[in-house]
Structures are given as C-alpha cells and as structure tokens.
C-alpha cells in the first residue's frame, strides 16, 4: 500500500525530547516537499514544519528553534527532531505530502507532560 507512516510518539515530561518519523511506504519520498502537522483534539489539522526536496526548512513560530525536520532520502524518511517539549506541544502528529498530499496516515500522538 502506497503511504505514508507516522512513528516515533510518546509520554515524555517537560522539557524532554521525542523524534518523529515519517517513513515512505511503496513511495518515494525524496519527490515533494514533506510536511509535518500538528492536530489538537477538536482543532483543525495546522502545518508547523516543512523541508523541501532541496533541504530548504520552514517552520511555525511556535516550534521554531526548538523542532527540526530533515529528511533522509536514502532512507525514505523525514524526521521531526523535537527538544524542549511543552505541555502545549501535546496532540497528534502527522506528515503528508505539501504539493500532492496523500490521503492522511494514523498519526502518532505526542504528551508533554508538565
């Protein structure tokens, strides 16, 4: 099945660091700009992280300097590298495609505990 997979979530305290991965399954994922999107219960999916196919990153300001995405074509791989976690940062994490979106993964879920 052509996807992609989202892992690497977890229960970390304050403070505390997670990486995230986003695995291409039966796709390259070298071909689009990759993003990474954070969805709090009841809220709207909203793009915080995104790299181009040239390695170019944006992020939103409220992850800035303390998220970094990278990816790692020969791995078919796009990581989410996040430290200084807050309990705000806890929700559901996903990536997708930003130019050709798939259909959205399961996610992983993030808690930040203070």
């Known amino acids: 099945q052509v996807q992609l997979v989202e892992s690497g979530g977890g229960l970390v305290q304050s403070g505390g660091s997670l990486r995230l991965s986003c695995a291409g399954s039966g796709v390259n994922i070298g071909h689009d700009t990759v993003a990474w999107y954070r969805q709090y219960t009841g809220k709207r999916r909203e793009l915080i992280a995104s790299?181009?196919?040239?390695?170019?990153?944006v992020y939103e300001d409220s992850v800035r300097g303390r998220f970094t995405i990278s990816r790692d074509n020969a791995a078919n791989t796009v990581y989410l590298q996040m430290d200084s976690l807050r309990p705000e940062d806890t929700a559901k994490y996903y990536c997708?495609?930003?130019?050709?979106?798939?259909?959205w993964g399961q996610g992983t879920w993030v808690s930040v505990s203070s």
């Open positions: 790299v181009t196919r040239g390695g170019i990153t």
């Open positions: 997708n495609f930003f130019s050709s979106p798939f259909n």
